[in-house]
């Protein structure tokens, strides 16, 4: 059975993100999230973790929600075939240069939960 490997981050609505990062950067030092694939994210002693407040207004999961769990995986297509046999919708497919891959699903209480394979 495919299992998540890790928690790849923790994404939330915040009413001014990037004041409210900097703060976590400042006083906890969990770094930002970079602005592209040259900058360094927090590396937490388990791998890499995106902290990531966002606008009130995002549009990146749905507006109803409050946050969204993102899980790393080692193999993204293994775990998607799992899901969609277990008939778990999956949405939201895209690759991001030097990042990685990702998909959405929704837990039964209709939480979003991104999965990333890292590149």
């Known amino acids: 059975m495919e299992r998540v490997t890790g928690i790849g981050g923790f994404f939330f609505r915040a009413r001014d993100p990037e004041a409210l ?3 976590y950067q400042q ?6 999230v970079p602005k592209d694939a040259t900058l360094r994210p927090w ?3 388990e791998g890499i973790v995106v902290f990531a407040p966002f606008a009130n ?3 990146y999961f749905p507006a109803d929600r ?3 769990l993102n899980f790393r995986v080692a193999d993204l297509d293994r775990m998607l075939g799992q899901l969609r046999a277990a008939g ?4 939201h497919e895209m690759t991001m240069d030097g990042i990685g891959r990702f998909a959405r699903i929704h837990d039964p209480e209709g939480n ?4 990333w ?3």
């Open 112 to 115: 979003p939960i991104e999965l």
């Open 117 to 119: 394979e890292p590149a």
């Open 88 to 91: 778990i919708a999956v949405s």
């Open 43 to 45: 590396h937490a002693a």
């Open 21 to 23: 990062a900097l703060w």
């Open 57 to 59: 207004d995002t549009d």
């Open 66 to 68: 409050h946050f969204m």
């Open 27 to 32: 006083n906890l030092g969990v770094d930002p």
